[in-house]
């Protein structure tokens, strides 16, 4: 899988796609989508053949300029350097945020079997904090450390998802279950929206294995084919996963629970499973809070090396690891985590992950403007680019008001990078 500690092969980065898009949202959003009827269906569909649009996209600009390195490179080979700074400083910033609503998610299922973890409004941002520096040391011991745990916990997170088509499947089957009917929550193209900028975060990683491009072997075929194939089962098992709990479960029930999976399993199964469910839940959000903790570190130091930050992010140690981007960002998503302490956990979970969302939409729509304009699928960058265009406002302007914000505060990160890199170049 990995050589010499310094590259992935296609199963760890099809581990690192997959794994880094089913975390927490499956387990958690079915809660936040319930209310949303059969919209939630529609924009399942909508989001995933939008991602497959963005993943055909950007695996188009890995073949047509594979020395960009990645999504953050192709844009500053089309709009050049401080374009390309704007966009992967947003990108960083969305990876922050979503360690952060990660962590969040992994506290909530552990709430279900430590009730003591949700007692005081701090406690579930403080267990978050702490998950958040545990796999931040996991990561430093370096990347065959980190690739061998993603493929694992991959591998076991997807069998709850069977074991939950399985239930589906039977209770349809069966006739011992109601589907929530088409008109119990009108359809219309504001919902469904709505519903398909949270069912985005689900699919948000999706790029994962584009980011690390350096880091995997033979990347011109490794990751178009992690991209193409992890994006498409994991859509497809979100849709059929998300979609069953969301429309078998009582609206009320699955809306109020902070564990709708687990709460479905118990409620067409028995108890014993449940509990079982969420130990998966815990290890699914775990998983993924590994590989985007691996991404943070990475992107800082991909960043550092193309010159958009400080030199002194891309310094590694003798295992590859750049110990000083991935200690700086973690202490910044627990600052994200810690900012939004006294919010509920579904609604510091929501709030997060809005956030993140947007923010990461930013960088599908410039890809998508650089592929149109370096000539690239220019059918797919035009579809891609509406997508994202569409998704963003779908975010509301809270979150993609705040995400535009937080993009601009990174002006004097350059100038101050780009004062660093003039002295250094003078003889």
């Not at 493929?151 to 929530?180: D, F, N, R, S």
Request: hydrophobic share 60%; net charge positive.
């Amino acid at each position: 899988m990995v050589a010499g500690d310094r590259r992935l092969g296609l199963v760890a980065a099809m581990a690192l796609v997959v794994g880094n898009m089913i975390g927490s949202g499956v387990f958690l959003l079915p809660a936040s989508l319930a209310p949303f009827g059969w919209n939630a269906v529609a924009g399942w569909i909508a989001t995933t053949a939008g991602a497959m649009v963005l993943a055909w996209v950007l695996v188009g600009l890995t073949r047509a300029v594979p020395e960009a390195g990645g999504p953050p490179g192709f844009v500053s080979t089309a709009f050049g350097d401080t374009a390309g700074f704007f966009v992967s400083w947003i990108y960083l910033v969305s990876i922050w945020t979503t360690v952060a609503t990660i962590a969040v998610a992994a506290v909530s299922y552990l709430s279900n079997m430590i009730p003591a973890l949700s007692a005081e409004a701090f406690r579930p941002a403080l267990a978050a904090m702490a998950l958040v520096w545990v796999l931040a040391l996991l990561n430093g011991r370096g990347l065959r450390a980190a690739g061998n745990f993603q493929v694992v916990t991959v591998a076991i997170k997807i069998i709850p998802l069977v074991v939950v088509i399985a239930i589906a499947a039977v209770l349809l089957a069966g006739g011992m279950a109601q589907v929530m009917p088409v008109d119990a929550v009108p359809v219309t193209p504001g919902s469904v929206n709505a519903a398909a900028t949270l069912t985005l975060w689900a699919l948000v990683g999706f790029e994962s294995a584009s980011i690390a491009a350096r880091r995997v072997r033979d990347p011109a075929v490794n990751v178009a084919r992690a991209t193409l194939w992890g994006t498409a089962l994991t859509g497809v098992l979100y849709l059929l996963v998300c979609s069953a709990i969301a429309l078998l479960l009582p609206m009320d029930v699955a809306a109020a629970s902070p564990a709708p999976f687990a709460t479905f399993v118990e409620r067409y199964w028995n108890p014993t499973a449940a509990a079982f469910v969420t130990i998966f839940a815990v290890v699914s959000c775990v998983g993924a809070l590994n590989g985007w903790t691996l991404l943070q570190s990475e992107m800082a130091r991909d960043m550092a090396e193309r010159g958009l930050l400080p030199r002194w992010f891309a310094a590694t140690d003798a295992r590859g690891t750049p110990q000083r981007a991935l200690l700086v960002s973690t202490v910044i998503a627990s600052v994200f985590v810690l900012m939004n302490a006294s919010r509920s956990m579904q609604a510091l979970f929501e709030y997060l992950l809005l956030l993140s969302t947007s923010a990461s939409l930013w960088l599908y729509l410039a890809c998508a403007l650089a592929a149109w304009h370096l000539r690239v699928s220019r059918p797919l960058a035009a579809m891609g680019a509406a997508y994202a265009a569409w998704t963003l406002w779908g975010a509301g302007i809270g979150a993609s008001g705040l995400s535009f914000i937080l993009m601009a505060l990174g002006l004097p990160v350059w100038l101050w990078t780009r004062s660093r890199n003039a002295r250094a170049a003078l003889p």
